[in-house]
């Protein structure tokens, strides 16, 4: 059976996790780019939650941060065979969780903690541990 058969669903839960990482960075990219005096590759250190360009930069840099060990657990559990399914509600769940996560960290400007994007981070974390603990189960049972 073909992957796209098998993951279909799955992929394209990737490529919103592709879509949501890159729409990210353009707004954070946009955002700093508008300021006066904007230094290519620099952020303004004086800058905190209520400023959206910090909140912008942040809601990538923590992109940055997560979504590549994500992406690399799916490639395993994809390349070891792990149940499509639960490939699938692990890939959506961390999809969703990180839209919210960056639709509440550009909305509210912050310093709590927890904050309301934290609940999501928490919930792309669990989604990826999910996923990670999927993979081990699917090779112990080689």
């Known amino acids: 059976m073909e ?3 098998i993951y279909g669903t799955a ?7 592709l879509v949501t990482w ?3 960075w353009f ?3 946009g955002s700093k780019a508008r300021k006066e005096g904007a230094i290519p590759g620099k952020v303004d250190e004086s800058l905190g939650h209520e400023s959206f360009s910090f909140r912008a930069h942040r809601t990538f840099m923590n992109s940055i941060e997560n979504v590549p060990a994500m992406l690399g657990v799916i490639m395993l559990a994809i390349l070891i065979g792990a149940d499509a399914f ?5 890939i959506w769940s961390f999809a969703v969780a990180r839209i919210l996560h960056m639709l509440l960290y550009y909305a509210v400007a912050t310093n709590e903690n927890p904050s309301p994007r934290s ?3 928490l919930m792309g ?3 990826n541990i999910a996923l990670l603990i999927l993979c081990a189960i699917t090779m112990v049972n080689f």
Request: with cysteine; net charge neutral; hydrophobic share 75%.
């Open 22 to 24: 890159m729409v990210q």
């Open 86 to 90: 639960w490939v699938m509600i692990c």
């Open 27 to 29: 707004v954070a990219a």
């Open 119 to 121: 609940y999501f981070f």
């Open 11 to 17: 992929f394209w839960g990737i490529f919103i996790i």
């Open 3 to 5: 992957l796209t058969t």
């Open 125 to 127: 974390l669990v989604s």
